[in-house]
Nanobody, 116 residues
């Protein structure tokens, strides 16, 4: 089993920044991709940013130019740098790892609230 633990969420004013972290532990599995998803109240979970095994990145149109996904393989940690935050970015943010066999592993989520 793979365990994922997110941290770094909180309350921030519009225009502010936050950096989320996701630390992985447990079984060693071959990973196809890692990503950040978010879910606002009453909404479906949506993909925010993705980084593949090869290092390619993809972003939701709503966060392009504002969010940056990265990882530190030596620390088994993935990051999401979020700048110019907007109230509509308010959501619970989840990290995800998808194995090469298609298994999905999820963290417990961290709340991000953007409000003045």
């Amino acid at each position: 089993q793979v365990q994922l633990v997110e941290s770094g969420g909180g309350l921030v004013q519009p225009g502010g920044s936050l950096t989320l972290s996701c630390v992985a532990s447990g079984s060693i599995v071959s990973i196809n991709s890692e990503g950040w998803y978010r879910q606002a109240p009453g909404m479906q979970r949506e993909l925010v940013a993705l980084i593949t095994r090869g290092g390619s990145t993809n972003y939701a149109d709503s966060v392009k130019g504002r969010f940056t996904i990265s990882r530190d393989n030596a620390k088994n940690t993935m990051y999401l740098q979020m700048n110019s935050l907007k109230p509509e970015d308010t959501a619970v943010y989840f990290c995800n790892r998808r194995s090469v066999l298609g298994w999905d592993y999820w963290g417990q989520g961290t709340q991000v609230t953007v409000s003045s």
